[in-house]
T-cell receptor, first 113, second 111 residues
Framework: GAGVSQSPSNKVTEKGKDVELRCDPI?????LYWYRQSLGQGLEFLIYFQGNSAPDKSGLPSDRFSAERTGGSVSTLTIQRTQQEDSAVYLC???????????FGPGTRLTVL | DQQVKQNSPSLSVQEGRISILNCDYT??????FLWYKKYPAEGPTFLIS?????DKNEDGRFTVFLNKSAKHLSLHIVPSQPGDSAVYFC??????????FGTGTSLTVIP
C-alpha cells in the first residue's frame, strides 16, 4: 500500500516568505508527527496530532510555525516569514493509534536563501 | 538539550563482522526505545524496538540491548552486510506521543 507522502520534495524560498509543506499520512493512521532535521542534528520533534484531540505543539520553535490537520488526514506545516535557520529537512510520520512504530515520509528539503 | 545522544557519527565494519551502534539518554522516564534506519533521500524506517521493562530484544540479525542503570542502549547487527550501510537513529519515547531522536550514526559495511 501507499506510504507517507510529502510535497514538495524540495523547496527553495527567500528569507521572509511564507512556505507550506504538505503531508499525506498512511490511510487509517490516526497519529501524525512533524519533525525537522537540521544539518548535523538529530530529528527534532515539532508537533503531534492524534485523532480529534488537541495537537501537542510543544516542539514548535516559534510562533512563525503552525500546522493543521484537516479531516484527520492531510496535514500542512506552515512557516511564516522564513529565516535562514529554518533551512532543514522536514519529515512527517504517521502511526496507528497506540503504536510506537512511526512510518516516515521522504521529507521536504527546505532551503531559505 | 539533547536527551538522546549518539556520540559516534560514523562507524565502518567489515562485511560479516558485528556492528555495534551505541546510544545514551538522560531522562530515566523514557519507557520505550526504537532504532530507525535511514537511506539517503528517504525517510527513516523502523528497525527494532525495546520496552523499558526488558533488557534485550532480538529480531533476526538485529539485537537491541538496554541497560537502564547506565541509561544506555545498543544495537548489534551480526553478521553485517553491505546493505546495512545507512544512518541509524536511536529514539526514545516519553509519553507515547513525543519522541526524542539522536543525531544518528552512519554505518558503512565494507565488502
Amino acid at each position: 500500500g501507499a506510504g507517507v507522502s510529502q510535497s514538495p520534495s524540495n523547496k527553495v524560498t527567500e528569507k521572509g516568505k511564507d512556505v507550506e509543506l504538505r503531508c499525506d499520512p498512511i490511510s487509517g493512521h490516526t497519529a501524525l508527527y512533524w519533525y525537522r532535521q537540521s544539518l548535523g542534528q538529530g530529528l527534532e520533534f515539532l508537533i503531534y496530532f492524534q485523532g480529534n484531540s488537541a495537537p501537542d505543539k510543544s516542539g514548535l520553535p516559534s510562533d512563525r510555525f503552525s500546522a493543521e490537520r484537516t479531516g484527520g488526514s492531510v496535514s500542512t506545516l506552515t512557516i511564516q516569514r522564513t529565516q535562514q535557520e529554518d533551512s532543514a529537512v522536514y519529515l512527517c510520520a504517521s502511526s496507528l493509534e497506540g503504536s510506537n512504530e512511526q512510518f516516515f515520509g521522504p521529507g521536504t528539503r527546505l532551503t531559505v536563501l | 538539550d539533547q536527551q538522546v545522544k549518539q556520540n559516534s557519527p560514523s562507524l565502518s565494519v567489515q562485511e560479516g563482522r558485528i556492528s555495534i551502534l551505541n546510544c545514551d539518554y538522560t531522562n530515566s522516564m523514557f519507557d520505550y526505545f526504537l532504532w530507525y534506519k535511514k537511506y539517503p533521500a528517504e525517510g527513516p524506517t523502523f528497525l527494532i524496538s525495546i520496552s523499558s521493562i526488558k533488557d534485550k530484544n532480538e529480531d533476526g540479525r538485529f539485537t537491541v540491548f538496554l541497560n537502564k542503570s547506565a541509561k544506555h542502549l545498543s544495537l548489534h547487527i551480526v553478521p553485517s552486510q553491505p546493505g546495512d550501510s545507512a544512518v541509524y537513529f536511536c529514539a526514545a519515547d516519553l509519553t507515547g506521543n513525543q519522541f526524542y531522536f539522536g543525531t544518528g550514526t552512519s554505518l558503512t559495511v565494507i565488502p
